[in-house]
């Protein structure tokens, strides 16, 4: 009787540690798995520091349970860290578009360094005209990611992916996506033209997708070169 008991104990055990251990099992891998997103994350942040000769101390950090929000000041200009979360991170497929993620906060992140109270003023004038600097950043990351050797497309590819196109801007703080995209192409094809005669992105479905979604805007650009106009385009 007393045997039957201790066995029908054990019995009722056993599962509760096979589910424990497996619950370890899974909490380790996730912490493994972060730690080996971060070690990237460090290395490719680094390397466009380097690349591109920044002196001012800028960190990078993965969080994968925060959530960006617009409700959320800017870290990499309050904090000089530049912030990449789970929910941007699930689009970036290689070490290209990671850098094109990373690349875009180091304007911002340069910029605390400058101004009046050791550049606290710095987010004031990024929010007094957010479009502006949506469009000098994404340059800028454009020129940060050929400096330290990575594919400036990715920028597009990743924009393409991550960002949805809203129906308007006039009272938006953002462009519209396709606009950011026409610029980015734009700056590419006049400033870094390899890039588009050597396309290594030619057959990635999003760069494909964006080609599709983007014929006005590029016939505008085409249009533009072949006239010798030098004025902005004012893309849809």
Known sequence: ????????????????????????????????????????????????????????????????????????????????????????????????????????????????????????????????????????????AVDFMVAAGYNPIALITFIQKSCPQKRYDTISTKNLTSKRLAIIYEYIYTKYPYFLSNNSYLENEHYQNFLLTSQENRKMLYEKIKSGKKGTLHYE
């Open 1 to 140: 009787m007393i045997k039957n008991i201790i066995l029908l104990i054990l019995a009722l055990l056993i599962p509760v540690q096979v589910f424990a251990k497996t619950e370890q099992n899974v909490t380790d891998e996730k912490i493994l798995l972060n730690q080996s997103i971060q070690s990237r994350v460090n290395d490719i942040g680094a390397k466009l520091l380097n690349a591109n000769r920044i002196e001012q101390r800028i960190v990078f950090v993965y969080d994968e349970k925060g959530k960006d929000s617009l409700l959320k000041i800017d870290k990499s200009v309050t904090s000089r860290e530049i912030v990449l979360y789970g929910s941007e991170y699930k689009f970036i497929q290689n070490d290209d578009e990671l850098a094109a993620y990373l690349s875009r906060g180091i304007l911002a992140a340069m910029k605390s360094y400058h101004g009046f109270f050791k550049g606290y003023l710095s987010a004031l004038q990024l929010k007094a005209a957010p479009k502006k600097f949506e469009v000098v950043a994404d340059k800028r």
